[in-house]
């Protein structure tokens, strides 16, 4: 996220013709080190936004998987200037272990004169303070696959390997139809490009609806890569999406089985406590100037909604398989 202008800078959002950018630093760090970047505790950074549902999908997975000692985290602030993400959250407006303001730093020490946009999920060699990869598709197979050795003792399996090919097609339709389908409703510059993504994105959601239904989670019985990459983006629908991206033929709370089962994850810790709703509209409100020039951010909607139960545990289902919950966030 925050790959879409091309360096315009934020007033482009909703001007210019929306093209997902595909990521450009597609390395992996791997238990074998075979792209040059071997699976070390503390080695690397994970920068993130937790405005950005690309970014999230890494949190709730490093959540789950029990990464927190082994991979730390820095949070960018969810208004982003037009070198896009920096760390004005943090003292002197320094990202305390890679000492560096924007992001657009390692790039640049990955890539000289980088010509395209500065993307979260990112990961960061802290030694070197290059940038490692932004394949944000890529990165959370990688923690769920790779990174084993350091997972905590519990952790589940979240891309198990007799589900991987139900997992890679499921998601594919979704982020076509759905995870992508939204930023290409909310930034088409033509009604017809508008109303194209609409039906998508709605379509998709009919689907997942009925799917849904009668099973608690989308792969399996167990919460899967597919659930997190579909959370990321529910989480974000009436707070943003329903009104912001004008796809508002309903909200997420109007459909009882896909407001239920996002609630059941949202109540699941790695979910909801990974979650911030301010960083949420305050990002896509005050940043896509383009389609939101009065950069206000609404007050709604409200959020109380989201710790009532769900009765989704009555489908069945081990959210965790046989490992564990994680234990609580650290500070």
Same mark, same amino acid.
């Given at each position: 996220?925050?790959?879409?202008?091309?360096?315009?800078?934020?007033?482009?959002?909703?001007?210019?013709?929306?093209?997902?950018?595909?990521?450009?630093?597609?390395?992996?760090?791997?238990?074998?080190?075979?792209?040059?970047?071997?699976?070390?505790?503390?080695?690397?950074?994970?920068?993130?936004?937790?405005?950005?549902?690309?970014?999230?999908?890494?949190?709730?997975?490093?959540?789950?998987?029990?990464?927190? @000692?082994? !991979? %730390?985290?820095?949070? *960018? #602030?969810?208004?982003?200037?037009?070198?896009?993400?920096?760390?004005?959250? +943090?003292?002197?407006?320094?990202?305390?272990?890679?000492?560096?303001?924007?992001?657009?730093?390692?790039?640049?020490?990955?890539?000289?004169?980088?010509?395209?946009?500065?993307?979260?999920?990112?990961?960061?060699?802290?030694?070197?303070?290059?940038?490692?990869?932004?394949?944000?598709?890529?990165?959370?197979?990688?923690?769920?696959?790779?990174?084993?050795?350091?997972?905590?003792?519990?952790?589940?399996?979240?891309?198990?390997?007799?589900?991987?090919?139900?997992?890679?097609?499921?998601?594919?339709?979704?982020?076509?139809?759905?995870?992508?389908?939204?930023?290409?409703?909310?930034?088409?510059?033509?009604?017809?490009?508008?109303?194209?993504?609409?039906?998508?994105?709605?379509?998709?959601? @009919?689907? !997942? %609806?009925?799917?849904? *239904? #009668?099973?608690?989670?989308?792969?399996?019985?167990?919460?899967?890569?597919? +659930?997190?990459?579909?959370?990321?983006?529910?989480?974000?629908?009436?707070?943003?999406?329903?009104?912001?991206?004008?796809?508002?033929?309903?909200?997420?709370?109007?459909?009882?089985?896909?407001?239920?089962?996002?609630?059941?994850?949202?109540?699941?810790?790695?979910?909801?406590?990974?979650?911030?709703?301010?960083?949420?509209?305050?990002?896509?409100?005050?940043?896509?100037?383009?389609?939101?020039?009065?950069?206000?951010?609404?007050?709604?909607?409200?959020?109380?909604?989201?710790?009532?139960?769900?009765?989704?545990?009555?489908?069945?289902?081990?959210?965790?398989?046989?490992?564990?919950?994680?234990?609580?966030?650290?500070?």
């Amino acid at each position: 996220m925050g790959d879409t202008e091309d360096g315009a800078g934020n007033a482009a959002y909703g001007r210019e013709k929306f093209n997902r950018s595909r990521s450009h630093f597609t390395d992996r760090v791997t238990a074998d080190g075979r792209d040059g970047w071997p699976v070390e505790a503390g080695r690397y950074r994970l920068v993130v936004s937790r405005a950005c549902p690309w970014a999230s999908r890494a949190l709730v997975s490093r959540r789950l998987l029990g990464l927190e @000692d082994a !991979l %730390s985290l820095a949070v *960018a #602030d969810p208004i982003q200037d037009d070198r896009s993400w920096r760390f004005t959250l +943090d003292p002197d407006g320094r990202d305390p272990v890679l000492g560096i303001h924007h992001l657009s730093e390692a790039y640049d020490a990955r890539e000289t004169d980088y010509p395209g946009g500065v993307s979260v999920p990112a990961l960061v060699d802290i030694p070197s303070g290059r940038l490692v990869t932004n394949d944000y598709q890529r990165l959370t197979l990688d923690l769920a696959t790779e990174w084993t050795d350091l997972h905590r003792p519990g952790a589940p399996d979240l891309y198990p390997e007799p589900l991987r090919a139900e997992i890679d097609e499921l998601m594919e339709g979704v982020y076509q139809d759905l995870n992508n389908g939204v930023y290409r409703a909310g930034f088409a510059t033509e009604q017809d490009e508008y109303e194209a993504a609409y039906a998508d994105v709605f379509r998709r959601l @009919d689907l !997942l %609806s009925v799917r849904l *239904a #009668d099973r608690r989670y989308l792969v399996g019985d167990t919460i899967t890569e597919a +659930d997190i990459r579909l959370f990321t983006t529910l989480v974000r629908f009436d707070a943003v999406y329903h009104g912001h991206f004008k796809c508002n033929r309903n909200k997420l709370t109007e459909d009882p089985v896909l407001w239920a089962y996002t609630r059941d994850l949202y109540q699941t810790p790695g979910f909801g406590d990974t979650v911030d709703f301010d960083h949420i509209k305050r990002h896509y409100y005050q940043v896509h100037t383009g389609i939101n020039p009065s950069a206000i951010v609404p007050a709604g909607p409200d959020l109380s909604g989201w710790l009532t139960p769900h009765h989704r545990e009555d489908l069945g289902g081990r959210p965790f398989g046989d490992g564990t919950p994680p234990g609580p966030p650290p500070a």
